[in-house]
């Protein structure tokens, strides 16, 4: 199937021009039938996919249901506390098997023929049993299909459908650094909060990627935060601030200059009170982490990636979103908070208060952000066809690939990071003339 619809697709996906420093991605990736169903079988159904956090189901029968790469799932921890992701559809003759969204129960009881399975996968019981020849065969046979693979990083629950992929932390890479990063924040560690925002979104899944990884659009984009953020006392500025390619598809964006953090670099507009239980924790984090490492954690925003459908946005407060591709031109994207487990009641409010000010379904950012994409997908109908006017353009920032030099945040090296995994793994069509450099896949060092 992947290589039949590689040939209906026309012409190359990426072009890398050397000679004239230029990197263009034809728009027909964002919206061919043909490169969606690609995208099915070379990334989603063979790498690594981020289900949901521990913390949404923290206690023993506690479910999700949940869909990733179209395939609906229940995420859950059984009776004894083990973790699973069972394929939502009953054994017998495919039925959705839960339909509520997410509870706490033993058992999953099919509405069709009633049949029953533990939250282990094991058949719990099979209405009029009798009329079946070989009772034990059955009951064996018909135990809840498991996803072939997950692993947990941190609390994150990654799964694969694709049972011979190489072990997680393979796969992340130099991503898990800041994923434990996250976790070092706190002592208590970090937990979910109950409740998801979903943002139907009309546009390509790879636009929310480049979206979260274009420091370029910060400022012209969100101008009325930027603005806010002045008013307010505190210098914004694009200076030094940094995008990493972690290699696998991963990347990574290093804010230093774009606002505070929360119980970790104090702002003006974070009041007075904030101030010194900020300069307490910074106390407690460095005692925790050594001075070093506690500089690392707390004093750069960081935007991770995570190939494909993960990014993590550690910046004012912290929240996970999920990205899921429904259709070419049609994304679903979920959005969880991060919180320390423990925290000063007025510091919790006011993280809650700058979380949803800003990358809230009615924050500064959001919505500004999903009319840029869903911007894009509603533009590039206008060059549908129109052979060479019909690509984007990502060069900005390509000589510094050149020369070796680190790339900016405000440049495009980290857009063009993902879409040259995406075409490696994909095999989509690259055109290179000129010389292409080593020195643009490499990571970053840390403590
Ligand atoms: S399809 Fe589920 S019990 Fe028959
Ligand atoms: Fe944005």
């Not at 009329?131 to 799964?159: Q, T």
């Amino acid at each position: 199937m992947p290589d039949e619809a590689s040939e209906r697709v026309a012409g190359p996906m990426l072009v890398e021009d050397w000679d004239r420093l230029t990197f263009r991605v034809n728009r027909e990736a964002y919206r061919s039938p043909e490169v969606f169903t690609r995208e099915r079988v070379d990334i989603w159904l063979r790498t690594w996919l981020y289900l949901g956090h521990e913390t949404e189901i923290p206690d023993a029968n506690d479910f999700k249901v949940r869909t990733i790469a179209g395939r609906p799932l229940i995420f859950c921890r059984d009776s004894e506390g083990e973790v699973h992701a069972w394929l939502n559809s009953c054994p017998h003759r495919g039925t959705v098997l839960c339909r509520e969204t997410e509870g706490s129960q033993r058992r999953f009881q099919c509405f069709y023929h009633a049949w029953t399975f533990n939250n282990d996968g094991t058949v719990a019981a099979i209405p009029d049993d009798e009329a079946y020849a070989d009772l034990d065969a059955l009951r064996k046979n018909m135990m809840l299909r498991s996803v072939p693979r997950l692993e947990i990083h941190e609390g994150y629950v990654f799964i694969s459908f694709n049972p011979d992929v190489p072990p997680l932390l393979e796969h992340l890479g130099e991503a898990a650094e800041y994923m434990t990063m996250i976790e070092e924040q706190h002592a208590s560690g970090v937990t979910t909060l109950p409740g998801v925002q979903l943002y139907s979104v009309r546009g390509n899944w790879k636009l929310a990627v480049e979206n979260a990884m274009d420091g370029y659009h910060f400022s012209p984009t969100h101008n009325t935060f930027v603005g806010y953020l002045r008013e307010n006392g505190f210098a914004v500025t694009d200076d030094n601030q940094y995008a990493y390619n972690l290699g696998n598809g991963h990347s990574l964006l290093v804010l230093t200059g774009h606002g505070g953090r929360i119980s970790m670099i104090w702002e003006p507009r974070f009041g007075e009170a904030e101030k010194q239980r900020t300069e307490e924790h910074r106390a407690e984090m460095v005692e925790r982490l050594g001075e070093k490492r506690a500089h690392y954690v707390a004093d750069e925003s960081h935007i991770l990636f995570v190939f494909p459908n993960l990014l993590l946005f550690d910046i004012e407060g912290l929240s996970i979103r999920q990205i899921e591709p429904v259709a070419p031109g049609h994304t679903d994207v979920r959005a969880w908070q991060l919180v320390p487990r423990e925290e000063d009641p007025e510091s919790r409010a006011l993280r809650m208060k700058t979380v949803v000010s800003f990358v809230g379904p009615g924050g500064l950012a959001t919505p500004d952000d999903i009319e840029a994409y869903e911007a894009v997908q509603r533009g590039i109908e206008a060059t549908r066809g129109a052979g060479e006017l019909d690509f984007s353009d990502m060069s900005r920032g390509l000589a510094d690939e050149v020369k070796g030099t680190q790339g900016r945040s405000i440049d495009e090296g980290a857009m063009r990071g993902f879409w040259r995994h995406w075409e490696q793994v994909l095999g989509a069509g690259l055109e290179v003339t000129g010389d292409r450099p080593a020195s643009f896949l490499e990571g970053r060092e840390m403590p």
